[in-house]
Each structure stands twice: as C-alpha cells, then as structure tokens.
C-alpha cells in the first residue's frame, strides 16, 4: 500500500512504529464518543505489549478507525498540528521565539529555595513546587502527574488535590505511563486542571484542547518536562537481574538517589524489597548505564523534534553544564510561556521563595545539546532512511526536520548504532524473556554498549578500526 493511501488510525500508527502510548486516544472513545465498541468488555485500553510499552488495544473494527478525530489529536500522526503551529496559537505574545527552544517570555536556572522541594525531587525541585504553588494559589484544583503505584505497573497517572500530595509524584520516572485515565476523570469531574507530562504527552493533551471545548476550560495548566526520550518497563526488569533481584519482590523504584556528595549526573537506581531491604547500584555499573545509548527506548522517540516541551505553559529540564551538573543537590532550567505563570514565577523569585537566574536560548540549547543534535541531524538522518517506508505500508513521519544525509561518516554511525540497539534491545530481552533467562541479553548489551562507547568517543585506533565497520550508506 503506498503511504498516501495510508490513514492515521490506531492500528497504522502502531504498526509504523509512532505510537509513544499517551491514551489519548483511548480516552476519547472511552468517555467523549460512548458507542458500543468504546463500552463494556471490549471497550479499548491500553496495555503492555511483549516489548513492555504501552499501546492502544480493542475491537478490530476500532483499532482501524480510532476515535473521530484520532488523525488530529494523535501527537504522532502525519495529520496532526506540528509544535511550532501548535505554539504559535498558544503563545502568540511570547518574548522570544528560537529555532530549538520554541517561544517563550523568560528563561531561569536554579532552584526551589523552600521547604524541601529541592531535597525531595531528582532535579532542583521546580515542578514539584510550580504543581504546588498553583494548588496554593487557587488556580487549579488538582494536578495531574505520574505517581507510584501498585499492582502490573509501579508508576501511573493521577490526581493531586492538595500541595502535601504533590511530593509523592516528585523525582523521575523513566517508565511508560498513560493518561487514559486521567483525562476519562477531567472530563467527567468539574474543575480547572495542570496536566504534567514529557513534550509528546503535553503536545496530545494541547491537541485535545483544540478540539474539545470541555477539556479546553478545564485543563487550564501544562506542566512540561524536557525528555530524551521514553523508557521500556523491561528497563527495571533488566536492572533488577543484574541487581540479583526478582521483579516480583519490587516495592517501590527510585531511578535517581539523590547524593549531595555526587554530581547530578551521577545516577543511581535503586529498589525497595517488599521484605524492607533496599539494593542500589549505580547506572555506569548496569548495562544499559549510558541514556544516550538508546536501550529499550520507544521506537517512535526516534521521530519527535521536541526536546523542551515547546507546547507547555511552562517547562523543566537539568542544567546539564558546569558547575550546575557537578552540584549533587539538583538545578533545574526553566522555560516559562504563560504570562500567568511568569508573573507567579517572578513573584516568588522577588519573594526569596525561588533561587533563579535570567539565561537566554543560547543557555538552554547548550543545557540540552546532545538531545538536540539527537532531535535535528539524528532527526533528519533517520527520517532519510523512511523515504521507501511506504513499500513496507507503513506511515511516513512529518515533521519540522527535513530529512538529510550530509553528516560525517562518524555521526552517521553513531545515530545508525542508537537505532540499532533501540531495536535489538526490544527483541532481544523479549525473546530471552520468553525463554526464561537474560543471561544472553545481559551479555549482548554490554557488548553493544562497548561497541557504541567506542564509537561514540574514542578518538584513537579503536573508533578508527570501528569506523572500517561502517556499511555502505548509499542505500539508507
């Protein structure tokens, strides 16, 4: 079938690898259209796929049709707004407007300076205190944010009505949520809403606002966090066997303990037993220790061009640069866009309540370099490979990075290697998980890891011997 012909549905989103697992589009059968494939047994939902992300399921005939406006409000289809338009309605006052980070009235670096938002959180506690702050204000009558959980799954969305409650959804959560729940309850439930989310989460609720006139009055507030990309459920599953921990035995996970005597970037995961003990290790330890690397990401963070959540009233992310990468307590980068929530920024930073200093977009971008590299030139070189996607009846992602190939040999490897230990990651663990063992699994990936390190920073004779490895790239 050629892409053209192909809609935007569930099931052709799935199938072309662009599904990131929100529930938006669950959530709009669920509640808003009440017909008989979107109630009852059948009804869709979302649950975990053998890879151990979440995608959509359902009855046939809706897998193939979605909900009405699925094409629109699918935060990756081909038909849907891009962030720039999406921000440009948004935002049209806004101060500033960059090529990376989008438009925006003021920029900060630093901290929460009260209570203990900044102890508790992985970063410099500003999104724990902003979701508090609008609960305080009045503003909003609950906020919507990951928080620990229970039973198939350790981490889901829910609702804060109360600043105490804020705190039990700080820290980061590198594992798939979705907001199917959450946004069936905000439709149902009168009041004003924040909504917390990764930059394609908060891109789907604002193409919900667009076209629903309901959640356009009740979600007053998005919450953006800046994101690398989504992580597997298999990464705590392959952390805790190289830990000499069953998964069943996991009460809670802590992905980064926080370590005033270590610099921020020095992760450490860690899980609390149900018998009381608590076993740690530090990432560089574990196999799939490097982020950047790609291990058990989603396949369609491969094709999103948003590092900053540019389509949020206001946004978080690490200063990741000097000295504020060194400091073990945390500092945030802020990106502020709602002339409301600057003006409750600004005052409290008069207040001596928040610890922040004026950046520009130069700051931001350099905070966030190798997401940026790895959302425009990695960006533009993958998408070169899907121009012949449409003879494999998939969809072809549009987006605001045209595709290219005039990169160094040494980049083109790099972002070829990411794509495959993406890959091989996902089917690897899975089969060796069906198989009852991660042995194999454990041992490819610290191989894969080597190889990758290599590459990516040697600059002697291994990464030249690396690079005579390198494929002919005349066929994409």
Known sequence: MHERRLQPTPASIVRSGLCIGCGSCVAQSRS???????TGSEAPLMRLDGYGELKPQ?????????????????????????????ATDLFPGAVHDDPLVGRFDGAYVGHADEADF??????????SWTAA????????????????????????????????????????RYYPVEMSEVLETIR??????????????????QLLRREDPLMRERIAFTLGLFCGHMKSARLVESFAYQMGVNVADIRSVEYRLKNERRPAN??????????????????????????????????????????????????????????????????????????????????????????????DAAFLAQTQAAGFRQRREGLAYRLSWRRRAWRRGVLQPVKRVPPGR????????????????TRWSRQLFAATRRAGGRSLYVHWARGALSLYHALAYSRGRIGSWVARLAPDDRGG
């Open 406 to 421: 005039a990169l160094p040999w040494r980049r083109k490897l790099i972002y070829r290697m990411r794509a495959a230990i």
């Open 58 to 86: 359902g009855p046939a005939e809706w897998l193939r049709m979605g909900p009405t406006a699925f094409s629109r409000t699918c935060p990756f289809s081909p038909s849907a707004r891009n962030e720039t338009e999406l």
């Open 133 to 172: 702050e609008l609960l305080r204000a009045g503003l909003v009558d609950a906020v919507a944010h990951v928080l620990p959980s229970g039973g198939d799954r350790f981490f889901r969305y829910g609702l804060s009505r109360t600043p105490e409650e804020i705190g039990t959804g700080a820290k980061s």
């Open 32 to 38: 808003a259209e009440p017909a008989p494939l979107a």
């Open 266 to 359: 020095w992760y450490t995961a860690q899980f609390v037993l149900r018998d009381g003990r608590s076993v740690q290790r530090d990432w560089f330890h574990l196999a799939e220790g490097d982020w950047g690397s790609g291990f058990f990401q989603n396949e369609a963070c491969n094709f999103c061009d948003d590092v900053v959540s540019e389509t949020a009233d206001i946004s978080f992310g690490d200063a990741w640069v000097e000295p504020y990468a060194s400091d073990g307590r945390g500092t945030n980068v802020v990106i502020v866009r709602s002339p409301v929530l600057h003006e409750l920024v600004a005052n409290a930073m008069a207040a001596a309540r928040l610890k922040l200093t004026p950046v």
């Open 188 to 205: 149902a439930v009168p009041g004003r809403y924040a909504v917390v989310g990764v930059p394609c989460f908060i891109k789907a609720v």
């Open 118 to 127: 900044r102890a508790q959180g992985s970063s410099g506690g500003m999104v």
